[in-house]
Nanobody, 118 residues
Framework: QVQLVESGGGLVQAGGSLRLSCEAS????????MGWYRQGPGKQRELVAALNSGGNANYADAVKGRFTISRDNAKNTVYLQMNSLAPEDTAVYYC????????????WGKGTLVTVSS
């Protein structure tokens, strides 16, 4: 089993910054990708940013230029630096690890709430 623990959420004013962390533990094998998703009030879960095993990052258009995803392989940890936060960034942020090579299994954290006040 794999466990993901997120941290770093909270309340911040518009224009502020937060850094989310997600540490994976357990039976971690071949990491295909790691990423962050979010689900805002009344909305579906959406991809925010993802990082594949080659180090290539993919961002949602809404966060490009403001958010940066990074990782520490030694710690099995992925980070999301969020700058210039806006009220529309308010959501529960979920960490995702996709493990495998020819077949894949997704693991999710429980989520961390980010609230941006105007």
């Amino acid at each position: 089993q794999v466990q993901l623990v997120e941290s770093g959420g909270g309340l911040v004013q518009a224009g502020g910054s937060l850094r989310l962390s997600c540490e994976a533990s357990g039976n971690i094998f071949s990491i295909y990708s790691m990423g962050w998703y979010r689900q805002g009030p009344g909305k579906q879960r959406e991809l925010v940013a993802a990082l594949n095993s080659g180090g290539n990052a993919n961002y949602a258009d809404a966060v490009k230029g403001r958010f940066t995803i990074s990782r520490d392989n030694a710690k099995n940890t992925v980070y999301l630096q969020m700058n210039s936060l806006a009220p529309e960034d308010t959501a529960v942020y979920y960490c995702n690890f996709r493990l495998g090579s020819t077949w894949f299994k997704d693991y999710w954290g429980k989520g961390t709430l980010v609230t941006v006040s105007s």
